[in-house]
Nanobody, 118 residues
Framework: QVHLVESGGGLVQAGKSLRLSCAATDSISNFNAMAWYRQAPAKQRELVAIIMKGGSRNYADSVKGRFTISRDMHTNTVDLQMNSLKPEDTGIYYC????????????WGQGAQVTVSS
């Protein structure tokens, strides 16, 4: 079973940038997609950004133009560059790996706290 470990979270002022990194213990090329989700207090977990095996990317409308997801197949890492951060970006950010069988198998990291102060 793959293990995903996030790093790079922290406290930052609005308008600043932060970069999250996710290190996988397995080759990320084995998965159909890698993604970042976030969960704000008292809210459901939501998809922030996803990169498919073929390289296509999709973003939540709320982060388009500000966040960029990238991957490194050699180091098996997936990063999330977050620019122009807003207080509403605050939450726990989770790295996710998706493996499609007859169903979608999701693997999760432990989460990284991101707090954006106004």
């Amino acid at each position: 079973q793959v293990h995903l470990v996030e790093s790079g979270g922290g406290l930052v002022q609005a308008g600043k940038s932060l970069r999250l990194s996710c290190a996988a213990t397995d080759s990320i090329s084995n998965f159909n997609a890698m993604a970042w989700y976030r969960q704000a207090p008292a809210k459901q977990r939501e998809l922030v950004a996803i990169i498919m095996k073929g390289g296509s990317r999709n973003y939540a409308d709320s982060v388009k133009g500000r966040f960029t997801i990238s991957r490194d197949m050699h180091t098996n890492t997936v990063d999330l560059q977050m620019n122009s951060l807003k207080p509403e970006d605050t939450g726990i950010y989770y790295c996710n790996a998706k493996l499609v069988r007859t169903f979608v198998q999701d693997y999760w990291g432990q989460g990284a706290q991101v707090t954006v102060s106004s």
